[in-house]
């Protein structure tokens, strides 16, 4: 018997396609698979607005650090000739704005359901359909199951102790309340990453009292964020084309060439006056690699790419923060190989004089007391709001967070209990018809172009499957194995899995250290799926009704 028979009777909804998600990933496979492969499909989504990552993150200061113009689908030609985005980097509000649009444009909100949160997801191996519950009570079954829960979706809150004794406002930034009321308020915030970055800029100019418990220092540089002029947008527009062929054939996807010259080919004099250039124009992946090739990969001579780069951003840091001893905690003296950061003047708030910097790596915080945070040098600082910016259970957070069980009532908790893992990032051995997008070890990239890529790949297999009479697909578990070592073995060739954060789910505790990308860059990547179809999809494993066959 099957687990999914403990689901008990009731009403169930039959769907083609159940969607997990209603963020880029989830509105476009909605749109694939409604109209392109003609299923009966629904998507879901917890949040009561459609958007993933911009519904959530409504912080003040959140951006897009990818170019607004590469920071959208390629996929609705129409669509990019008629939306006009308004400056280089694009804010949480007009992302929201884009997305709710398209959902309006296509006619997806009928196939939407809000507020409905899927809790379980369990794949009856008789019948070989995946049954869902809600939050709201209701049950579905679907052939397939595509899971857009997001990357960086499910919240990171630490432990701190004494947490539930403080008597001020907590906030999570992706979970930002409309009456946040930090105005003329005491605010603490804890995280220094993208978010902290974004969020401490902006609010150091309204809030009473800023102090920024920092535990590790940032490499940081300028967005260089501006208006677009109609000239310069009419000349993306009509160069679009190419835009994309380029974004989908680069390494990175964020629509700038990636540089091939290292660091040690050019003289002292010509690598500043490159990182000059760069520092100006703006760009935290363009600063990483526009400039040179080896900054994020460079092993030799002390590893003198990226040392050079960090070299520079500190000498910045001391130009730019006047008290000395804040600019020495605020300079990093690791490696730059976290995702780099860029900003709208971070260091320079700190010149503020009603802005604090607690470096909590080398004060920790013992504490959350009533009135505030105590820290390790016994000062209690005293705080109306304490805002954590601390990030996700990055990757497979919200997986973990569901009841979700293939073959045989398998939970993926216990599928993935040596890190998760996945075949192309697109599924995983023994979660048959279970297609993810963007899940484990798929490229590290500006991710609208990933996302097309991997819904049009999932599309293309399931009428695949649906013309060919086959009941299900999964990876077989040997082409699964083999993914996660060309992902770890692309990965050791970067500085990457050197430095501590959510790329390596190195930034919650317990958390395996493993591989979660594949670094080999998106026009491999695609390269690769086209190759797999190619070849009959090559480790995968189709079933048709009566038999099983190795497609290999
Ligand atoms: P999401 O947008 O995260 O959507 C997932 C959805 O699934 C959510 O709405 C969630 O509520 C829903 N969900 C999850 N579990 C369930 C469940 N059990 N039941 C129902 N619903 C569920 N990427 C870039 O490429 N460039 C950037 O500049 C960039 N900036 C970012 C800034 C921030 C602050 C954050 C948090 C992320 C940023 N990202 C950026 C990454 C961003 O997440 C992706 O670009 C993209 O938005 C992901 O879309 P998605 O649809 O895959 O996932
Ligand atoms: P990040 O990049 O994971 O940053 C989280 C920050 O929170 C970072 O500074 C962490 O310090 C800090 N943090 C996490 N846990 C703690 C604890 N326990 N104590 C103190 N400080 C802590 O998340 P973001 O939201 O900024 O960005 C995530 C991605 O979303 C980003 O790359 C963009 O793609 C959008 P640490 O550096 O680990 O010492």
């Known amino acids: 018997m099957n687990e999914v028979n403990a689901v008990g009777d009731g009403e169930v909804t039959c769907l083609d396609a159940a969607i997990i998600g209603t963020g880029f990933s989830g509105l476009y496979a909605l749109k694939k698979l409604r109209d392109d492969v003609g299923l009966n499909a629904l998507a879901f989504d917890k949040a009561g607005g459609i958007g993933g990552t911009w519904h959530w ?37 007009e992302i929201l704005r ?30 070989k359909r995946w049954i869902l519950e809600t939050d709201t009570g209701q049950r579905y079954s679907a052939k397939y199951l595509i899971t857009a829960v997001g990357l960086l979706s499910a919240t990171n809150i630490p432990k701190f102790e004494g947490i539930e004794s403080f008597r001020g406002k907590i906030y999570h930034t992706s979970r930002w309340p409309d009456d946040a009321g930090i105005e003329g308020k005491r605010v ?16 150091a100019p309204v809030v009473g009292h800023l102090t920024v418990f920092q535990r590790s220092p940032q490499y940081s540089v300028p967005v260089g964020n501006g208006p677009l002029s109609r000239s310069e947008l009419a000349e993306i527009k009509n160069d679009y084309p190419r835009i994309w062929e380029a974004v989908r054939k680069s390494a990175l996807a964020f629509g700038f060439p990636e540089s091939d010259v290292p660091v040690s080919s050019v003289s002292a004099e010509e690598r500043e006056r490159i990182f000059d250039r760069a520092w100006e124009k703006g760009g935290g992946f363009r600063f990483m690699f526009e400039t040179f090739c080896d900054i994020a990969t460079d092993e030799g001579a002390n590893k003198a790419a990226n040392k050079a780069a960090q070299d520079y951003i500190r000498r910045k840091i001391d130009e730019i923060v006047k008290d000395p001893e804040t600019a020495r905690k605020l300079k990093p003296k690791d490696l730059y190989a976290k995702r780099p950061l860029c900003d709208s003047g971070y260091y320079r708030t700190f010149n503020r004089d009603n802005v604090e910097l607690v470096h909590i790596g080398e004060n920790p915080i013992t504490a959350m007391t009533p009135k505030g945070v105590k820290t390790a040098d016994g000062v209690e600082h005293e705080l109306d709001i304490l805002v954590f910016a601390t990030g996700f259970d990055a990757v497979d957070g919200n997986y973990k967070r569901m009841d979700l069980r293939g073959r045989k009532g398998v939970r993926i908790q216990d599928h993935w209990k040596d890190g998760p893992s996945a075949y192309l990032s697109l599924g995983t051995s ?38 060919n009479g086959y009941a299900t697909i999964e990876p077989a578990s040997d082409a699964e194995a083999a993914w996660t070592r060309t992902c770890a073995e692309i990965a050791s060739q970067t500085l990457f899995p050197k430095a501590d954060s959510w790329i390596f789910g190195a930034n919650i505790p317990g958390k395996k250290n493993t591989i979660y990308f594949y670094m080999g860059g998106l026009g491999a990547f695609r390269e690769t799926l086209a190759n797999v179809v190619q070849d009959n999809y090559r480790g995968f494993k189709l079933e048709k009704e009566s038999e099983s066959e190795l497609v290999d």
């Open 98 to 127: 884009y997305l709710e649009h398209v959902a309006e444009r296509h006619g997806l909100y009928g196939n939407i359901r809000l507020n409905t949160g899927v809790t379980s997801a369990l794949f009856d191996d008789d019948t």
């Open 57 to 93: 993150n409504r912080y003040p200061g959140a951006l897009s650090d990818s170019e607004s113009h590469v920071y959208c689908y390629s996929w609705d030609t129409d669509l990019l000739r008629d939306w006009d985005h308004h400056s280089k980097y694009i804010t949480q509000p």
């Open 188 to 203: 603490g915030v804890v995280g220094t990453g993208s978010t902290g970055v974004q969020l401490i800029t902006a609010i």
């Open 430 to 467: 023994g979660f048959p018809n279970m297609f993810m997008v963007l899940g484990p070890n798929g490229p590290f990239t500006n991710l609208p172009p990933s996302i097309e890529t991997e819904v049009e790949w999932i599309a293309q297999a399931i009428d695949h499957m649906e013309r």
